[in-house]
DNA sequence: CAGTGAGCGAGCTTCCGCTTGACTT
């Protein structure tokens, strides 16, 4: 008989916490929650004063039946589960779940895994706490009642299968307005003056810019021609000493935004790396929102400082997290071993574990000491100033380990090494270049951009951030994509040698990589939802029931009251809206059609998105054409809508046989012969492609033909063996087939393949 | 699966937040 049962979520943790706790112990995992609503009825009795339905998900039956005959064996058990309102949910569900007594359970919590805490924690057991597993329950039913009673009815309005929710609703249309606003924005140029000047003492150059900019081309010519005539002094030179102080340790969004802008990994791939290396006890706890690090493993890191880099690199430091409704029931994610700089294994887990190295230890580093040096230069005959910047680095800190990046790609800015100036100075000038720069629209999202802005309005939670943004595009409201920039021409005027001369630059801009954009779906349920449900689309919707929440868990306010005066309205919404709306569609008058005088429309169809010629009830059927990837209903324009009715398209032969480009199931496409190959192109690219680049495509498909193939056999409908994205398999009269993981595919004989075909069909 | 757009209807889809494997073509 065993006399204690510590039940923690997470068999990693259980693991570590065994070694501290020892005989005497036994500690398990209940791999998360272990119940939740019934799909049947929306697993709440609204009759019965919203009475929550619970059953065991059948992959946890067994999980929960080896946890009860634990429990039944042990003297005492104590629920260790995670010290936020999920977490107390969790104990909650175990106790009724397992059946558990008041005399023989125990709640216990700690913040971080150290040996100390959790002796700390059985010292200092308490009861389950009722008001926070009601305020969970209150979350948990909201979120039900939102999603199984809106996508319904998106289903019966748009189309079926839709999803609408708390947090993924409001996700798409943070991408929706940012394409609009995109959509909506209008560059301006202006020019910007940078003269270089010689420094009279050592002959140096160095650069200073105008403070201000001229809108025109005029203004700045006629500026430039002041200048020719124009001294320069330098009239004031001040130096002010600064800081920058180190970016605090990780939390799950800040990882991800990291691992995107420094490594290029998808939020997913982050999760799934990180998961990896806390699995092997490589680093801490990797779903957090918690800046605080343990008194042990700040220690560790002084430490590690102190031998690395000398006792002026040391500060330790507690940050203190701003975000609403962090929960912190955990460390920041920090390595466990803060000794390891390193480590081996897999180049992402190293990559990934040295960002977290780098980022934890410096967030207890010293503050960075600059320099910051303005100088002033005046002209004779007019009022306008230059301004020369420079940085200088006089400890370098932490910025010796990290420095954070940003997603804005800001202008290179001036402000970098200069020489040693002299006011009063006169200076003489080398060039003055006046160039036009273009304001950009503001910057579309990437995953980890986007998380970064859920995270500011306390949206979702460090488990939800990487799945919400796989479901809004797993629906289809969101693609991630590549575009290419556009090209526009910049003129640069410059003074040199007392002539002004003109050129034109052609530079590219709007390039994105790995950017979020909405599709005709996802702006079509947005609007459907904004239009109905506004308040449920408000960006302060979750802070205001987060605040809701809170009251329960303070015990000030009882929750089946706070969801009935939620629910009433909401559901009467629901049924209205069921009633009365129109079908959320979009539908946009391109025009008329210049051959037939008929109108086209672009519209969503049956099929997505389409351009349509002609009515539905004229004698001759409309015609319809499918609008390809990359353009919008909202947006496209009736030339390139009729564009897209010259496909299918003969673009010429090659090899004697018919080369043409046409737009399918699957997107666009080029066919040669009987064989099809998938285009990635994009609006007008497609339009406009010529048939040796056709041929190129068709050339590298048919490589990749060659590739997918490993082995066939000399008989009719033998097996294949072929090579497909998850590795090797065998392909038999169009079903497929797993090849089992100690036969190696290149030495399989037919009679062995047919073998895996049997065995598989039982 | 790559030329779909008649209309009807059965049965299905769906949320957020905790956790890992099992599994995919």
Redesign the pocket.
């Known amino acids: 008989m065993e006399e204690n049962l510590v039940i923690v979520?997470?068999?990693?943790?259980a693991k570590t916490i065994q070694k501290f706790l020892g005989d005497g112990f036994v500690v398990t995992?209940c791999?998360?929650?272990?119940r939740?609503?019934s799909?049947k009825n929306?697993?709440i009795d609204i009759a019965k004063n919203y009475e929550p339905i619970y059953e065991v998900p059948s992959?946890k039956k067994k999980l929960v039946s080896e946890l009860k005959k634990l429990a039944k064996q042990a003297n005492m058990v104590w629920l260790a589960s995670?010290e936020?309102?999920?977490?107390e949910a969790?104990a909650w569900h175990l106790y009724e779940a397992l059946g558990l007594k008041e005399n023989n359970t125990k709640r216990i919590v700690f913040h971080e895994i150290t040996k100390d805490a959790i002796l700390n924690s059985i010292k200092t057991p308490r009861s389950i706490d009722q008001n926070l597993v009601n305020a969970q329950q209150a979350?948990?039913i909201l979120?039900?009642?939102?999603?199984?009673?809106?996508?319904?009815l998106l289903?019966k309005k748009i189309k079926?299968?839709?999803?609408?929710?708390?947090?993924?609703?409001?996700?798409v249309r943070l991408i929706v307005e940012r394409e609009r606003e995109i959509f909506d924005f209008k560059s301006t140029s202006s020019y910007r003056i940078i003269a270089s000047f010689i420094n009279p003492d050592d002959s140096k150059e160095f650069k200073a810019e105008l403070s201000k900019r001229f809108k025109t081309k005029k203004e700045a010519l006629e500026f430039l021609g002041t200048c020719k005539n124009a001294n320069f002094k330098i009239s004031d030179i001040s130096t002010v000493p600064s800081k920058r102080t180190p970016a605090a340790p990780f939390t799950t969004s800040t990882l991800q935004q990291e691992a995107s802008r420094k490594l290029g990994f998808s939020v997913a791939r982050t999760?799934s790396v990180a998961?990896k290396l806390?699995?092997s006890g490589k680093i801490t706890?990797m779903?957090t929102d918690s800046l605080n690090l343990s008194s042990l493993a700040i220690g560790a890191a002084a430490n590690e400082i102190k031998s690395e880099f000398g006792d002026e690199y040391v500060k330790t430091r507690t940050f203190k997290s701003k975000i609403k409704g962090a929960?912190e029931?955990?460390e920041a994610i920090r390595p466990t071993y803060m000794n390891s700089r390193t480590i081996s294994g897999p180049a992402a887990e190293q990559s990934l574990y040295e960002l977290i190295w780098k980022r934890t230890i410096a967030s207890q580093m010293s503050d960075a000491q600059i320099e910051k040096t303005t100088a002033t230069i005046l002209m004779s005959n007019s009022d306008e100033k230059f301004l020369a910047t420079g940085e200088v680095i006089k400890f370098d800190g932490f910025l010796r380990v990290y420095i954070e990046s940003t997603d804005d790609d800001k202008e290179e800015n001036q402000s970098d090494f200069l020489p040693k100036l002299s006011k009063g100075k006169n200076l003489t000038v080398d060039s003055i270049i006046a160039d036009e720069r273009f304001t950009n629209n503001p910057p579309r999202y990437t995953e980890a951009s986007l998380v970064k802005k859920l995270e500011e309005l306390g949206?979702?939670?460090?488990?939800?951030y990487a799945?919400?943004i796989s479901?809004i595009q797993?629906?289809g409201y969101v693609v991630k994509e590549n575009r290419d920039g556009y090209e526009r021409s910049a003129t640069i005027i410059t003074l040199k040698n007392d002539k002004i001369s003109e050129k034109i630059k052609t530079e590219k801009y709007g390039y994105e990589k790995g950017k979020m954009f909405p599709s005709d779906i996802g702006m079509i349920v947005n609007d459907f939802l904004v239009e109905y449900f506004k308040d449920i689309l408000d960006y302060n919707f979750?802070a205001k029931v987060e605040k809701e929440f809170d009251e329960i868990a303070d015990g000030n306010v009882e929750w089946k009251k706070m969801i009935d005066s939620f629910y009433k309205p909401f559901h009467l919404k629901i049924a209205d809206t069921e009633a009365n709306s129109e079908r959320g569609r979009a539908e946009r008058m391109l025009g008329l059609d210049p051959k037939s005088g008929k109108n086209v429309y672009a519209k969503y169809?049956?099929?997505?998105p389409?351009i349509q010629i002609g009515e539905k009830e004229d004698e001759q059927?409309p015609q319809?054409?499918?609008i390809t990837k990359g353009m919008h209903i909202e947006q496209i324009t009736l030339e390139d809508a009729l564009k897209l009715f010259a496909l299918?398209r003969n673009l010429g032969q090659y090899e004697d046989l018919d080369v043409i480009i046409?737009?399918?199931?699957?997107?666009?496409?080029v066919?040669h012969g009987s064989s099809?190959?998938?285009l990635k192109l994009k609006g007008d690219e497609l339009l406009n492609i010529q048939l040796n680049e056709a041929i190129e495509i068709i050339i590298e498909g048919k490589e990749k033909e060659k590739k997918k193939i490993i082995k066939t056999f000399n008989q009719d409908d033998a097996p294949q063996i072929?090579?497909?994205?998850?590795?090797?398999?065998i392909s038999y009269k169009?079903k497929?087939?797993?090849?089992p993981k100690k036969q190696t595919p290149e030495d399989l004989t037919f009679e062995e393949c047919m073998k895996i075909i049997e065995s598989s069909k039982k």
């Open positions: 979520e997470s068999p990693a943790k995992s791999f998360g929650h272990i939740d609503l799909k929306n697993g992959e995670d936020d309102r999920e977490g969790i979350r948990r979120d039900r009642l939102v999603g199984f009673e809106l996508s319904p289903w079926p299968s839709l999803s609408a929710g708390r947090v993924q609703s409001v996700a999760m998961q806390y699995e706890y779903r929960q029931a955990h949206i979702g939670r460090p488990s939800t799945p919400t479901t797993n629906r979750t169809g049956k099929f997505g389409v059927k319809f054409a499918s299918p046409s737009v399918g199931r699957f997107g666009p496409y066919r099809f190959y998938s072929l090579n497909g994205r998850f590795g090797a398999y169009k497929n087939y797993k090849i």
